[in-house]
């Protein structure tokens, strides 16, 4: 008879909590249990010690108790606008603004007004939600259970992981890019987002206190560069260029540009409130909500503006329009032209840079896996951030010579659950649960969280409401066609009417019968 087995046990991964079990005496085990056993009990050891490393954050989705918050400190808000300002001061979206004058055939002044008029009404949707963080101690997306539902709001959830793996992918191909061209092709771009993807790793995987730490410094050598391409390439901006087409064409390539520059800011809001968690429970909201809005307008508008003013250049250099067709990481090097070394020097900052938008991104989306249910718990946060790098690497690296057909059909997608995803969100906190306290240690009980079928029904009517208003270069709905020659992307506002609309009848309706 084989011996009997230690007290087994069973582990509710979300709260941390381990319940050994009785077990009779004849109770007997097989080999292939006594290898599993081992083998479980050998990545255990491995997963201690690389969660006991100093300075790595082993903390996953697990609710940060007000007694675990840091003090607060008038650094502390600065610290919140140098997050946001550090993170958007990049390339990636530098080139979103080059899409109006390239893609929509925008001129100057309309795609800059779009750009920054764009930039502040996406800031608002993700300052809003940055201040649950402190407030919670929970992740946004564990917030999302107390709006959405316990199981509905992993939907989001999945999303956002999807989210965050296109803007990694974006990332790596821009760094990449740029590295490739300050050294004349001579380093392939592969190498390049090789580089990008492995200095992001390894600054995720150490967590909350190594991202901010670097946030606070990215944004200095960012603001410099960028401060000498506006120099050295502003005389060759293009301010006459006008728009193209027919009035009602030239409307609806503004309204797509306007939504596209909304997407990108409100991109974050799914993943704002994580990089607050250890904020103090008593934290004003208006001043997250300012700091954390100070910080994305500022970046997004400069960024913006530079790529809207780069792209004006190339209809009348030459020298501007032969390096947007090798890559737009190439046009953003020309505009350093005539500054010789120093001016691939500027480059290679500017490349690097993109890196304080991918930790984040990456940081949040190794948060999504264990959201999403009782296996992705299981995962350590070290290990999802590991997985989250390797798969937006690898597409990077096949997407890599397509990186405007991937900024102009990915972002707006994003903007359109995203934009529906905060509807929700506001509308239960300012119609039904506006004098309520919440019960944040509740975040993983499901019988104590909303059901969610008013929030899940609002999100599908609206998600078809974007659907049929869609302006993509694969699809054109029935509404967006029957404005413009190429039609208007009307899919976030056709989406957020009709949730806008529906959810609070179906909510009514929910409390009344399911009390919850």
């Not at 009779?24 to 056993?37: M, V, Y």
């Not at 329009?321 to 120093?342: D, M, Q, R, W």
């Amino acid at each position: 008879m084989a011996a009997p087995s230690p007290s087994p046990h069973t582990h509710d991964a979300e709260k941390a909590i381990t319940t050994n079990l009785p077990i009779s005496p004849t109770t007997s085990i097989s080999s292939n249990e006594l290898a599993s056993s081992t083998n479980t009990s050998r990545i255990t050891k491995w997963n201690t010690k690389i969660e006991s490393l100093s300075g790595l954050e082993a903390r996953g989705i697990t609710r940060v108790l007000p007694t675990e918050r840091h003090e607060a400190s008038s650094f502390g808000f600065v610290q919140m606008t140098l997050l946001w300002f550090s993170a958007n001061l990049t390339a990636n979206n530098l080139t979103v603004g080059m899409l109006g004058p390239l893609l929509l055939d925008l001129g100057f002044l309309d795609a800059a007004l779009c750009a920054v008029f764009g930039s502040v009404l996406g800031s608002v949707g993700t300052a809003y939600m940055s201040t649950w963080g402190p407030q919670s101690g929970n992740r946004t997306m564990i917030v999302a259970r107390y709006f959405m539902g316990y199981y509905p709001s992993k939907i989001p959830c999945l999303l956002n992981i999807v989210n965050m793996l296109g803007f990694g992918v974006i990332d790596c191909i821009i760094g990449g890019q740029i590295l490739s061209a300050v050294a004349d092709s001579t380093m392939s771009v592969v190498v390049g987002i090789i580089i990008v993807a492995l200095i992001t790793w390894l600054v995720a995987t150490f967590g909350m206190f190594a991202f901010h730490l670097y946030e606070r410094w990215a944004w200095i050598p960012q603001i410099l560069v960028l401060f000498i391409l506006f120099g050295s390439a502003g005389p060759k901006f293009d301010t006459t260029v006008v728009s193209k087409g027919d009035p009602t064409t030239i409307n609806a390539n503004r309204l797509s540009f306007f939504s596209l520059c909304l997407s990108v800011p409100i991109s974050w809001a799914a993943a704002s409130a994580d990089y607050y968690v250890y904020y103090p429970e008593s934290t004003p909201k208006y001043k997250t909500f300012i700091m954390t809005f100070t910080g994305l307008v500022l970046s997004f508008s400069l960024v913006t503006l530079l790529g809207v003013g780069l792209a004006s250049g190339t209809f009348n250099n030459t020298a501007w329009a032969s390096a947007n067709e090798v890559s737009s990481g190439a046009l953003i090097l020309a505009g350093y032209e005539g500054l010789g070394g120093f001016g691939k020097f500027c480059g290679v900052i500017v490349a690097l840079g993109v890196i304080a938008n991918n930790i984040p991104g990456t940081y949040s989306s190794a948060l999504g896996i264990q959201v999403l249910g009782r296996y992705g718990v299981k995962v350590p946060r070290w290990a999802g951030t590991t997985i989250i790098v390797a798969i937006y690497t690898a597409c990077a690296l096949g997407g890599r010579n397509n990186l405007f057909e991937i900024f102009q059909n990915f972002l707006a997608l994003v903007g359109y659950w995203l934009t529906i995803f905060v509807c929700i969100v506001s509308e239960e906190h300012l119609l039904f649960r506006w004098r309520e306290n919440f019960d944040w240690d509740a975040w993983s009980e499901r019988r104590r969280l909303p059901v969610g079928l008013a929030a899940l029904t609002a999100f599908l009517v609206g998600w078809a409401g974007a659907i049929i208003s869609m302006s993509q270069a694969w699809y054109l709905g029935p509404l967006a066609k029957m404005i413009g020659e190429k039609g208007a992307d009307l899919g976030i506002w056709v989406g957020c009417a009709w949730t806008l609309i529906i959810f609070p009848p179906l909510r009514w309706v929910e409390l009344r019968a399911l009390k919850r």
